[in-house]
């Protein structure tokens, strides 16, 4: 019974903590504008990215078998903000990322669409995804 009550426990201090780290639209947006070390993570496809995303985010597909490696550039002191189109998959990328040593990770509730029904401001690019620079790329640079 003790066992059961100690798992019941963490498993709730668990939730709590991951609940403080979703965050919704006008919340989120406020925290990225006052916060200027921010790192905005996209976690949609490239695909995706191009039809739309927040200003200033990167885009590091979470499909991408190097999703982890491409994490591992940022200082683990550095806040985190990640955001996919509806939740599904920045939920999946906010458990890594703090599994990862990340602290201060802060996901987008509901994702893009749950932003552009707060009509926030997006950016959308127009490129040739052939002649990109792939993160690989870069990194070698």
Known sequence: ???LITIIFFTFLSCVENKNSVVIASEFFEKLKNDNKAVLIDVRT???FNKGHLRNALNVNWFDENFEKNLKIFSKDLPIYVYCLSGG???QANEKIKSMGFENVFELEGGILEWRKNNL???KIENNLNNSLTVADFNKL
């Open 1 to 3: 019974m003790r066992r």
């Open 46 to 48: 490239p695909e995706e």
């Open 89 to 91: 998959r920045s939920s």
């Open 121 to 123: 401001p997006e950016s």
